[in-house]
């Protein structure tokens, strides 16, 4: 089966503490991965994606294949910072499948 | 360049009745997706219209049924209208055979069944 699992729905953290919102996935044979984050008041949008190995906005992501994991870390919150974050995997058939998702607050 | 729009934003229903929904991809894109997004959850894929017809579907009901038109633009109907139908609908537009594949997604249509 194929399934992505937040296990935080919640995650508070300090201004200029490091973050990392878990995320770990089901998946039989090479997955594609992504963080998609909503902001207030904004629509979905793609964060990054596994294979580009990017860092977007101080974000970066591992794909851990022995894990089957792909957290989301950032060295230092920061206010802005403060949304819903959701993993996702693109699945057969091409559909992208979703976590419960994981709200991020960064304290002053 | 237009981004992905949705109508109507919010829309109230009741129960065994029909509702329509609709997207206007974002230009350029060949490919829509709907998705359904219940409160305190993430987006589940409903379908998706590439070229007019459905090309993958999540697991809905054939209750829940789409069109893509000629200019990419798409409808979700929803017949029989249950209860647990009341959700965000999140269409997204793509362009099949991008390098990425990028899904765009819309500001969502909330509808409430009562």
């Known amino acids: 089966a194929q399934r992505v699992t937040q296990p935080e729905k919640l995650l508070s953290v300090f201004k200029g503490a490091p973050v990392e919102l878990k995320c770990n996935y089901s998946?039989?044979?090479?997955?594609?991965l992504f963080w998609y984050v909503q902001y207030s008041r904004q629509r979905l949008q793609l964060l990054l994606r596994?294979?580009s190995r990017e860092s977007i906005k101080g974000f970066t992501a591992d794909l851990n294949k022995g894990e089957t994991s792909f957290h989301l870390k950032k060295p230092f919150a920061q206010e802005e910072d403060s949304a819903m974050y959701y993993c996702?995997?693109?699945?057969?058939?091409?559909?992208?499948?979703f976590g419960k998702g994981t709200r991020l607050h960064i304290l002053p | 360049e237009t981004g992905v729009t949705q109508s109507p934003t919010h829309l109230i229903k009741t129960r065994g009745q029909q509702v329509t929904l609709r997207c206007s991809s974002q230009?350029?894109?060949?490919?829509v997706s709907w998705y359904q997004q219940a409160l305190g959850q993430g987006p589940q894929f409903i379908f998706q219209?590439?070229?007019?017809?459905?090309?993958g579907r999540g697991n809905f009901p054939p209750r829940f049924s789409g069109l893509q038109f000629p200019n990419y633009s798409s409808e979700l109907n929803v017949n029989a209208l249950e209860l647990d139908d009341s959700a965000l609908y999140l269409c997204?537009?793509?362009?099949?055979?991008?390098?990425?594949?990028?899904?765009?997604f819309g500001p969502g249509t909330r509808l409430t069944v009562l």
């Open positions: 997204a537009s793509s362009l099949a055979g991008d390098l990425y594949n990028e899904q765009f």
């Open positions: 998946y039989s044979g090479s997955p594609e």
């Open positions: 596994h294979i």
């Open positions: 996702a995997l693109r699945g057969r058939d091409d559909k992208i499948i």
């Open positions: 230009s350029g894109h060949n490919t």
């Open positions: 219209y590439y070229r007019e017809e459905e090309n």
